[in-house]
């Protein structure tokens, strides 16, 4: 995970106090582009952690738990940049963290539009949110769109692992490993329709199926990554262990599993430990 001080070689300011954020930002106006809608930091920095995880403190306690421990604090990393065909042209971005003690995760807190909790089955990620179990779609999707373990930059979020994975941007099945992935995505298609037979159930169509969270990559690279259909409302999560298609299955308690690793990987990396 990386420290701020990592963070800020890459941005030209850290902005905590929403009196410090441009005045066009609070009305969802990027400063050097009015055309470009952009999420009200101010406001964020006026609500603070505690609001964005409120409701994590009921639906993933262990998380809430370790996140509260370890004194955290919402700032805002400012870059402005030159386009790089015409350097005349200049922009504004803006990208929140949450600093634990010295180490930072990023935060992806959604659109100038809304969230979840305002805009309900109008949000274009309400499907992806629904077809979650409760307690992981309110504990890390309910007020925010999600959050990324950082170990290089600038911030993907096509490249997370360790945390939930921005809605948005949710990844198909054959991210679930870095080689022979066409091949990977068949066998994975086969396992899950195994696994409907034996309920009494077909398969209607796996493009629906998403990876909502992968583990941090061991010493070998392999992780695990944890899959959904975006179009059920069965809440069945499947499992994939270490890039290995064949190892798939239906997942007994995923509530808790997510809980379990993601309290354990806060806690672990902020305390400087390397095992996951």
Not at 67 to 79: D, G, H, N
Request: glycine residues 6%; hydrophobic residues 30%.
């Amino acid at each position: 995970m990386l420290k701020i001080d990592q963070i800020m070689n890459e941005y030209d300011r850290a902005i905590y106090s929403p009196e410090d954020i441009p005045a066009s930002i609070r009305k969802g106006l990027n400063p050097l582009d009015p055309g470009i809608p952009e999420y009200n930091y101010a406001e964020a920095l006026e609500l603070g952690w505690e609001w964005f995880f409120e409701k994590t403190a009921k639906h993933q306690p262990k998380t809430y738990s370790v996140i509260k421990s370890l004194t955290p604090k919402i700032f805002v990393a400012e870059e402005i940049y030159h386009d790089r065909v015409d350097s005349r042209k200049t922009y504004w971005r803006g990208q929140p963290f949450l600093c634990l003690n010295e180490s930072c995760i990023a935060l992806y807190l959604g659109s100038s539009y809304g969230n979840i909790e305002t805009r309900g089955s109008k949000d274009p990620c309400y499907d992806r949110f629904s077809s979650l179990p409760e307690s992981i779609a309110k504990g890390y999707y309910w007020r925010m769109w999600g959050m990324q373990y950082l170990t290089e930059l600038p911030v993907n979020p096509f490249s997370c692992y360790g945390l939930p994975i921005d809605i948005t941007s949710w990844p198909g099945i054959e991210s679930v490993t870095t080689e022979n992935r066409k091949k990977v995505k068949a066998q994975i298609v086969g396992q899950l329709r195994k696994i409907y037979e034996e309920r009494g159930e077909r398969l209607s169509d796996a493009k629906f199926f998403r990876v909502f969270m992968r583990t941090v990559p061991g010493d070998t690279g392999n992780y695990h990554s944890l899959l959904i259909n975006e179009r059920s409302s069965s809440k069945d999560v499947f499992l994939i262990q270490d890039c290995d298609p064949d190892s798939l299955s239906l997942l007994n308690n995923p509530e808790e599993f997510v809980d379990d690793y993601v309290s354990q990987l806060l806690a672990e990396e902020t305390n400087g430990s390397d095992e996951h």
